[in-house]
């Protein structure tokens, strides 16, 4: 977990390397600090909390430096303290590092370090990398040897950037924990993620594991770790810097779900036959799927959701498949050979459990491939193939539009799939003209529902459950997962016909239940709705204008209509709704809820 940014060039860094921190902030953010380096040494301030207490701080102060490092922090070792905050420096200051990552063997590497007379002030993993480069300095090593001696000893992730007294450059390093470099004309950025310094440049190149940057005003030299020379190409990331700020809404979340039709059309765009109604994926070359046997989908969190849509359609194709949780995938996992795809869908593309459930997956043999948005992000280089979602940046914590366009790429993948096997019922003519209608009616649903009157009328309720069954259901389990995650309210989801086997004895009449109706067998969701309401819950159901469940409902959320394979896509745009505003009248952080971070890179 983590963000960190640096900026090498003319002027004052100060401003790039804050404007960094705020659009890293949701990586993490339980403290902040920077550092800068000045031609008198290196000055640092750093604070817990978020980075607004650090900005604040430094009001009315005159930082200057034109060489900076800086890092906003998801705490894994050591609580949110301002000593546990990053930058960390060594014996003396001379040494300054960001850290994103774990040092698993950073134990071993303090009890070394304080047979030469450390001491440490954290409590953190990070605090022995400025001390082993400092260690090493000392030794008579010239900074660069030092650097990448110290960063060769280190067990486990990293993402490194470290400073060094009266030297113009930043050195860092990558190994599990992403890294990207941002060129401009006027320097160098080095960050966690490209919307930190998209304001300033759109110019990257990504590092790979086992890279080593130098970076000076006059650019960037790339080792491997033992010094051989490396390229990485440079590219134009085709994201707009608008598309990272709020623009007019109150938080990046109502921004993000508002933004699903926009960014559902870029996920189909050139990927349906119109004429034959084929998903086509020019990714894969004609027949490229037609050896495989069965599908596995492994992912967290929201990403799962969409994994357990994305496999129910491959079933409905006739293509045999599950999804798994990435961190329960393991010993105990099905059985994989060559005629496994697995599948990794991952936003971020940078979640530790998925990428190491990858990593098994390949080390069984199967084929992979990931579903994510992220570019040039860990998951695209482990897999063998990959397909991107291409939702735009998602900042807000909670999962949304990303959730719709990995369901959709899915969908695709599902048809296109079935038909390199030669299966009987691909999806292809039913999924294209329901993906087809499926931005406008996203766009009805946005500016016609009553969620915010919804929130409003059951504000307050003990609990939340929401039930759907087949398309529905993991749409009621991502429903749940939203509204406790920005509400921190308790919501449970469940298979609609499982409430009576158990959970129908929580049922009050403060238990709000939420039915998703999706046109599969809707009777009997209605039923499950019914034996709730008799036990005197109250009833939403999310489903069309004339359905029967409104006659029974005590609340109705309209979806249009829609075939099963959409219609819970736009049920679940109307509960993203219902859990934003129930979250703002609670008065949550909604882009930030607590104990959470985007991007979960820690197992
Ligand atoms: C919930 C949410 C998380 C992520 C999960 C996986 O709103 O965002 O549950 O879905 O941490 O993240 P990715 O998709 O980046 O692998």
């Given at each position: 977990m983590c963000g960190i940014i640096g900026h090498v060039g003319e002027g004052n860094a100060i401003d790039a390397l804050l404007t960094g921190l705020e659009n890293l902030e949701y990586r993490g953010y339980d403290s902040a600090g920077v550092a800068v380096?000045?031609?008198?040494?290196?000055?640092?301030?750093?604070?817990?909390?978020?980075?607004?207490?650090?900005?604040?701080?430094?009001?009315?102060?005159?930082?200057?430096?034109?060489?900076?490092?800086?890092?906003?922090?998801?705490?894994?070792?050591?609580?949110?303290?301002?000593?546990?905050?990053?930058?960390?420096?060594?014996?003396?200051?001379?040494?300054a590092v960001v850290h994103n990552g774990i040092v698993e063997n950073y134990a071993e590497l303090r009890e070394r370090l304080r047979e030469h007379g450390h001491e440490f002030t954290s409590?953190?993993?990070?605090?022995?990398?400025?001390h082993l480069i400092g260690q090493y300095v000392a030794e008579g090593m010239a900074t660069e040897a030092a650097f990448r001696r110290a960063v060769g000893e280190l067990e486990g992730s990293y993402a490194v950037a470290a400073m060094v007294s009266d030297e113009r450059a930043i050195y860092a390093a990558r190994q599990g924990s992403p890294l990207v470099v941002g060129v401009e004309d006027e320097g160098v950025f080095l960050a966690s993620d490209v919307p930190a310094f998209l304001e300033y440049t759109d110019t990257v190149a990504y590092l790979e594991d086992g890279d080593v940057a130098v970076i000076h005003p006059?650019?960037?030299?790339?080792?491997?770790l033992a010094g051989r020379s490396v390229t990485r190409e440079l590219r134009t990331v085709d994201w707009d810097p608008e598309q990272t700020a709020k623009g007019t809404y109150d938080h990046f979340m109502l921004k993000e779900i508002h933004e699903q039709p926009t960014a559902l059309a870029q996920t189909v765009e050139g990927r349906v036959d119109r004429r034959s109604g084929a998903a086509t994926l020019a990714e894969f070359e004609p027949g490229d799927f037609a050896g495989i046997d069965r599908v596995q989908l492994i992912a967290c969190g929201t990403s799962y959701h969409a994994a357990l849509y994305g496999s129910l359609l491959l079933n409905d194709a006739g293509v045999d498949s599950r999804a798994l949780l990435a961190n329960e995938y393991g010993d105990r996992s099905p059985p994989v050979d060559e005629g496994t795809l697995v599948i990794a869908v991952t936003q971020s593309g940078e979640t530790a459990d998925t990428l190491s459930a990858l990593r098994r997956a390949t080390a069984a043999g199967a084929r992979t491939l990931t579903v994510t948005n992220v570019v040039g992000s860990t998951a695209t280089r482990i897999a063998d193939d990959r397909i991107l979602i291409r939702a735009g940046p998602e900042i807000g914590v909670a999962a949304t539009k990303t959730f719709s366009s990995q369901a959709v790429v899915l969908a695709l993948l599902a048809d296109r799939i079935a038909r390199d096997r030669g299966d009987d019922s691909p999806l292809g003519p039913t999924l294209v003209s329901a993906l087809k209608a499926l931005p406008r009616q996203i766009e009805r649903v946005l500016s016609s529902t009553d969620a915010g009157a919804i929130a409003r009328r059951y504000h307050g309720s003990r609990s939340y459950f929401f039930i759907g069954r087949g398309l529905g259901y993991p749409v009621a389990l991502e429903g749940a997962l939203k509204f406790k995650?920005?509400?921190y309210e308790h919501a449970e989801g469940f298979a609609a016909g499982e409430l009576k086997h158990g959970p129908l004895a929580l049922v009050t009449p403060e238990t709000p239940v939420f039915a998703v109706f999706t046109g599969e067998e809707d009777a009997r969701t209605l039923k499950s709705a019914e034996e709730a309401a008799t036990r005197g819950a109250p009833i939403v159901a999310l489903c069309p204008a004339d359905h029967r469940a409104t006659a029974v409902a005590d609340a109705h959320l309209e979806i249009p209509d829609a075939p099963p394979e959409t219609a819970g896509l736009l049920a679940n745009v109307g509960l993203q709704l219902v859990s934003y505003h129930a979250a703002d009248l609670l008065e949550r952080p909604i882009d930030k809820p607590r104990n959470l971070a985007k991007s979960v890179t820690v197992e």
């Open positions: 380096q000045n031609g008198s040494g290196i000055e640092i301030r750093k604070r817990s909390g978020r980075l607004s207490e650090l900005k604040t701080s430094l009001l009315g102060e005159q930082l200057e430096g034109e060489v900076g490092i800086g890092h906003t922090r998801w705490s894994t070792h050591g609580p949110p303290t301002d000593e546990n905050a990053h930058p960390h420096t060594g014996a003396t200051d001379d040494v409590d953190t993993d990070t605090e022995v990398i400025p006059g650019g960037i030299e790339l080792t491997d995650e920005i509400t």
